[in-house]
Structures are given as C-alpha cells and as structure tokens.
C-alpha cells in the first residue's frame, strides 16, 4: 500500500511571510496533486504535478514534484489570510490504482 | 447550481440505524468516486462508479457498506446498523474522465457529516 506523509502537521503564520509544506513517500507515483480544504467543503484541486523535476506556479503558489517522483513541496510566498486551510497531497500508482490521500498541513495565516 | 452536491449536510444517527447519503454529480460526468474522511485525517478511497458500473468497491469497509448509481448519475451510499467508528465526512466527487485519469481532475461536493451515538 503506498503511503504519503505530509509535514507539518500545522503550521500557523502572519501575513506576509513565506513557507513551505512538505509531502513524502516511500514510493513512486505516476501522478501527484495537491488540493486546498476549507471548513465544511469538500477539497479543490489546485495542481497535478506528473514529471519528476516540475514546478508548476500558481500565482503565489509553487509546486515542484521530486525527480524520482516520490515527494513533492509547496511553497507559498507572502502569504495570505485566504490562504488558511488544510492542504492535501493525493497521489496514484503507474496504472492510477492506490490513489491515495495524505492526512494534510493545516495552514493557519493571521493578519 | 453546477456544483456536485449532496444531503443531507449533517445527519445524527443511534448505533444500529441504517442511513442513506445522496450524491449529486455535476452533469454528464462518467465517474463518481465516493470517500470517507475521518477528523482530522486526509479523505480516504470507498468506491468508484463508471455511468453505472461500480468498477471498484475495494475501499467499503465492511459489508454494511453499500454503494449504487443505478442509472449513472444520482448515487446513494447506504450504510447499515451504524456504528461509532462510522462517524466521519463523506465525500463524493465527480470528473469528466474515465478511469486512472478520472483521479486527476475530480470536483468533490461538500460533504456528508454522519455523527453516530
């Protein structure tokens, strides 16, 4: 069973600063994606990333997949009280089975 | 509205009731994925539909789990005789795709929220 790790758990910030969340494996996977949570709502897709090495930019957000597609980061600069959340990594095996979810960082941001 | 939607929003059950939670997709959409996502945890896998197909079942449970989509769209996740550890968010999602890509661009409705005394 593939497993991700997401670090850290929590993180809680002011406005303005910059960071960086984690998500880590032990496996390969063909395809990974992160996705942003708010209370009460179902999660959105923010980015699918499935070449070892991308980065992919979304405004202030940056994803970069590893080379050996096992772990992937997200970097928000400046953050952002809209940026509050629990942010998810979700991958899948070669073949799109095992799609799995990580328990997610909840991002906290203070004006 | 062109969202997936589902009800009831919240819903309280005894230990041992049956309940019945409805999935709306957005429309057109092949494939329907239903999850369950414990507090504080990431959403995890229960099933996925093909129009009507319930192509993987691997994630149910248990056998008081049970999933349809008889006419490829609305869909209904039932569960039987409820017990505590039950308790959770249920998630359903849609996509336009099929299959291993469908993962890839999924549209999740806004939950389900089962609490079972």
């Known amino acids: 069973t593939q497993l991700l790790e997401q670090s850290p758990q929590f993180l809680s910030i002011q406005e303005g600063e910059n960071l960086t969340v984690y998500c880590n494996s032990s496996?390969?996977?063909?395809?990974l994606q992160w996705y942003r949570q708010e209370p009460g709502e179902g999660p959105v897709l923010l980015v699918t990333v499935v070449t070892g090495g991308e980065v992919k930019k979304l405004k202030r957000l940056t994803f970069q997949f590893g080379d050996a597609r096992k772990d992937s980061s997200l970097h928000i600069t400046a953050a952002q009280p809209g940026d509050t959340g629990l942010y998810l990594c979700a991958g899948a095996g070669n073949y799109g089975q095992n799609f799995v979810f990580g328990p997610g960082t909840r991002l906290s941001v203070l004006p | 509205g062109a969202g997936v939607s589902q009800s009831p929003r919240y819903k309280v059950a005894k230990r041992g009731q049956d309940v019945a939670l409805r999935c709306d997709p957005i429309?057109?959409?092949?494939?329907l994925f239903w999850y369950q996502q414990a507090l504080g945890q990431g959403p995890e896998f229960l099933t996925y539909f093909q129009n009507e197909a319930q192509l993987d079942k691997s994630g149910l449970p248990s056998d008081r789990f049970f999933a349809e989509r008889p006419e490829g769209s609305v869909s209904t996740l039932k569960i039987q005789r409820t017990q505590q550890e039950d308790s959770a968010v249920y998630l359903c999602a849609s996509s336009p795709l099929l299959g291993a890509f469908a993962r890839n661009e999924q549209f999740f409705g806004p939950g389900t929220r089962l609490t079972v005394l």
């Open positions: 429309s057109g959409h092949v494939s």
């Open positions: 496996s390969v996977f063909s395809s």
